[in-house]
């Protein structure tokens, strides 16, 4: 079974620093995706990163980026120059085989003004 | 704004009872998956359905069901309700349905069983 593993329930950041917000995984199967979405105080879910399995460089996009170590099992997600909007849970995936999804259990970032 | 629609956004029912959540994936997404994120169980994936066939099953319950349409559109029905039902359910969508494809998701329909 997919498994994926958050041990940070909650990190505080100072506004403009960077941060970063762990995850490792455990998985079988050698091809899968590694996801990362932030959900607001709104509730929402939104798509911030993917990461595939055979990718050779490490994703990003805007101020995220995935600190990908393979071997490691580990997909950690840095944001550079957090800002207030930053605030929110931010949830780890895996997805494989035919789309199924392992969330993790969330890790609670608040930034500091 | 995703593009991923959940109607109704609240529901409240009784234990017991039956409810039907609807989803519209985004312009051209041909798969649809269902979660349900609940304080005690976290994001919990139930099930996937590519093109109205169903493609892969998580953690969903017998009494819970879904079906895609042929205008792609979902349907989640949860029957014989308990109290444990309560939870945020999440309608997502993707182009494909294979690991590359990045997931949207809808802005939750909050089930509130009393």
Redesign the interface.
């Known amino acids: 079974a997919q498994k994926i593993t958050q041990t940070q329930p909650g990190m505080f950041v100072q506004e403009k620093e960077a941060v970063t917000l762990d995850c490792t995984y455990d998985t079988s199967d050698p091809s899968y995706g590694l996801f990362w979405y932030k959900q607001p105080s709104s509730g929402e879910m939104i798509f911030l990163i993917y990461q595939g399995s055979y990718d050779q460089q490490n994703a990003t996009e805007g101020r995220y980026s995935l600190n990908f170590q393979k071997a490691r099992k580990s997909a950690n997600l840095v944001i550079s120059a957090s800002q207030l909007g930053d605030s929110a849970m931010y949830f780890c995936a895996t997805v494989w085989g035919y789309q199924k999804v392992t969330f993790g259990t969330g890790t609670k970032l608040q930034v500091i003004p | 704004d ?1 593009g991923v629609t959940q109607t109704p956004k609240h529901l409240i029912t009784a234990t017991g009872q039956r409810v039907t959540l609807r989803c519209s994936p985004r312009s051209g997404d041909l ?1 649809v ?1 269902w ?1 349900q994120q609940s304080l005690d169980q ?4 139930l099930i ?1 359905y ?1 093109n109205g066939e169903e ?2 099953k ?1 953690n969903i319950l017998e009494r819970f069901s879904a079906q895609q349409f042929p205008d792609l559109h979902s349907e989640l029905n949860l029957s014989s309700l308990e109290l444990g039902d309560s939870a ?1 359910y ?1 309608c ?1 969508s ?1 182009e494909e ?12 329909t ?1 089930l509130t069983v009393l």
């Open positions: 995703s798969s998956y979660y976290g994001l919990q994936f996937q590519y493609r892969a998580g945020l999440f997502a993707s349905g294979d690991s590359k494809d990045t997931q949207y998701f809808g802005p939750g909050r």
